[in-house]
């Protein structure tokens, strides 16, 4: 009896410690996907771990606080469609100055923030 109760306290704490984990993620909505036009500026161009030629600008509307972010997405060689998820929801992670979200086929993309500012209701 003492085995199954100690199982049932540690299968709980892991559920809550994995809750805890997902509750930073908030919906997000991607309001459009546009090719990025001029230069990449200094500070970001650092942060570009993909060699690639195109980039995109990609406009998202958090859900919860009504934050507009737009992000530099630069797809892997050999990777695309990401300039179709206009309209898509998506759950992601906003850092200082990046956003993390999963792209169709559930791989982690990390972009870096161009731009921030409050949504229009």
Known sequence: MRRVASLLVV????LLSGQSNSSKYQPALILGVTE?????PENIREKI????????????????????????YTPPPGRYGFQFTKGMDRL??????????????????????????????
Do not use: F
């Open 11 to 14: 299968c709980v704490a892991v």
């Open 36 to 40: 990025h036009q001029g230069p990449i």
């Open 49 to 72: 771990k993909e060699e690639s030629t195109a980039h995109y600008d990609v406009s998202i509307r958090l859900k919860g606080n009504n934050a507009e972010y737009v992000l530099l």
């Open 92 to 121: 992601v992670l906003v850092g200082k100055d990046t956003v993390t979200m999963n792209d169709i086929a559930g791989r982690s993309i990390t972009a870096p923030i161009l731009s921030q500012k409050p949504a229009h209701p």
